[in-house]
């Protein structure tokens, strides 16, 4: 049955693909998202101009605006609310803690609380595998989470608290989705494989902080936006791991991928090993098998190729965007 979802963050990376998904599906989407300049605003517009549909509003404006909130609570009846808003970033969140708190967590009780005046009942949570700096690998979903290492992390936590808060006291239905390494077409152009083609393409340097054997559980857009859509479902508080699910990548490996695609070598700057990174991301994902019957579905081949086929095809525009 088709239904109104309010997706925040919309013109980001993975919320836009939801967002897509959803009005594929029959859906209504609403979304809202502060089109702030953290990077390159051309690439959030780009987005955003896949998005024109009927049954898609766009709102600009800020989860941390809570009359806003509550004039876009007031004049939608939502299903669900899915929250993707967030300032995203390791390094970055070093530099500017204080953003990171305001739109990770306070936004995020913001929208929990207009939820809970107008009755929502369904909140999916946008969160991270940079929660699991420290544990046993591959990452369990049952694992302690109590020591993150950087303000983005531990924003993060806080907003998957306040969920379980509301949860407990309000009886909202919350999923958890934390994500791992999430790669595409129009990615984010802080997140290494972006910055990777543009670098090998344009012939600049590429900056590789450490020897390049850091590894990441790779996991491609369109996967993870199908298991934050299949976390919709009423499961009362859970937290589910969305991740590749194969061995990790080391960074080595992919610029070598990414070489041969190109037709170019890549030119190596080594720069320290930054402490608030996580060495090795590997998920355990049997559990959203399991629940959400989910199943990531695009290999790191086909997906790095998806990537080269969209700076090609959008040049010379994507080779103009400005990196953070």
């Not at 939820?115 to 909140?123: D, N, S």
């Not at 080594?270 to 098998?289: G, L, S």
Request: proline share 5%; hydrophobic share 40%.
């Amino acid at each position: 049955m088709p239904e109104t979802y309010l997706v925040t963050g919309v013109a980001g990376f993975i919320a836009n693909r939801v967002a897509a998904k959803l009005i594929e599906q029959g859906h209504t989407v609403v979304g809202i998202d502060n089109l702030n300049d953290y990077y390159d605003v051309r690439l959030k517009q780009h987005r955003l101009d896949k998005l024109s549909h009927p049954n898609f509003t766009f709102i600009k404006g800020d989860i941390e605006d809570r009359a806003l909130l509550r004039k876009v609570f007031d004049d939608h009846s939502f299903a669900a609310v899915l929250n993707l808003a967030a300032r995203a970033g390791v390094r970055y969140s070093m530099a500017n803690p204080h953003v990171y708190m305001t739109t990770n967590a306070m936004g995020s009780l913001n929208l929990l609380d207009e939820m809970q005046r107008t009755g929502v009942k369904k909140y999916v949570l946008a969160s991270t595998s940079s929660l699991y700096a420290g544990q046993p690998m591959p990452f369990l979903e049952t694992l302690s989470v109590n020591t993150p290492i950087s303000p983005y992390a531990a924003s993060k936590k806080a907003a998957e608290a306040m969920a379980y808060s509301y949860h407990h006291l309000y009886d909202i239905d919350v999923s958890v989705c934390r994500y791992f390494t999430v790669y595409g077409p129009a990615g984010r152009p802080d997140m290494c494989i972006f910055r990777f083609i543009k670098w090998i393409d344009e012939g600049t340097p590429i900056e590789l902080f450490g020897d390049g054997e850091q590894s990441r559980d790779f996991t491609y857009v369109d996967d993870i936006a199908n298991g934050t859509i299949l976390a919709v479902k009423p499961v009362g508080y859970e937290v589910f791991n969305l991740g590749g699910g194969g061995e990790p990548v080391s960074l080595n490996t992919v610029i070598a991928s990414l070489e041969e695609r190109l037709g170019k070598k890549a030119e190596l700057t080594h720069k320290t090993f930054h402490k608030a990174d996580i060495v090795t991301t590997q998920a355990n994902i049997e559990k959203a098998k399991a629940m959400l019957g989910w199943h990531p579905q695009i290999s790191l081949d086909e997906g790095l190729q998806k990537c080269v086929d969209w700076h090609l095809q959008n040049k010379p525009w994507s080779s103009e965007l400005v990196l953070p």
